[in-house]
């Protein structure tokens, strides 16, 4: 029986994923080697956090160039601010996944909802804020913190077990975060995954969540 249910945010929610995508190649120079760079790392450190994948641009750069990046944590450090606020900005903006206010509204009513997350807390908490979100979750969880630990979190604030937990997300991480622990687990398909696991409950958005959760409590 599911009691609790826990949703990632990024291509969940609200529509995110490609001004997130888009916004570490406007970071950076313009020129063919740091935008290749940028699409290589993105390539296979998408579901990382931002302060990972500048840093992997970074070294990837000194390490293309057999070079040194002079002061390269203020440089990462600078970069990771200049993504934040482009993606910030624009998450507060962009479109939310079909379905998504109704839905929460209507969920929160019968279950305790939670917000875990890959974006960092400071930033997530603003952008749901000022979506008029907060109302709905009971806490929400980002960055630093790994989407693992943080359903752990979850676990023992809830006093549930795992199989009681529905995890509803876009992203790998999500899949595997909710398999490690033996959750429940509902996938969201977008351009940015290829969910290609068999059995997956898999939704184009968030308008017929309710009613597959209905259905599992049958």
Excluded at 110 to 126: F, G, K, M, V
């Amino acid at each position: 029986m599911i009691k609790v249910i826990v949703f990632d945010f990024d291509g969940t929610i609200v529509d995110s994923n490609q001004l997130k995508y888009d916004a570490f190649f406007d970071i950076f120079p313009q020129d063919d080697r740091w935008q290749g760079i940028v699409k290589d790392v993105l390539d296979e450190f998408r579901e990382r956090t931002r302060g990972f994948i500048v840093e992997q641009v970074l070294r990837d750069y000194e390490t293309r160039t057999s070079s040194k990046i002079d002061g390269f944590q203020e440089q990462a450090d600078s970069y990771v601010k200049k993504y934040g606020e482009a993606v910030e900005s624009g998450a507060i903006r962009c479109e939310e996944i079909s379905g998504a206010k109704k839905t929460l509204e209507t969920l929160s009513v019968d279950y305790p909802l939670y917000i875990n997350s890959a974006t960092q807390i400071d930033s997530l908490e603003r952008i749901i804020e000022a979506r008029a979100l907060s109302p709905f979750f009971r806490r929400i969880y980002g960055a630093p913190e790994l989407k693992s630990t943080n359903l752990t979190t979850i676990f023992l604030l809830e006093r549930v077990s795992a199989r009681e937990v529905l995890v509803v997300g876009d992203g790998y991480s999500d899949l595997e975060s909710a398999r490690e622990h033996g959750c429940e687990f509902i996938g969201i398909r977008n351009e940015f995954n290829r969910f290609n696991v068999r059995d997956l409950v898999i939704l184009d958005d968030l308008e017929g969540l309710k009613g597959l959760i209905e259905n599992k409590m049958k």
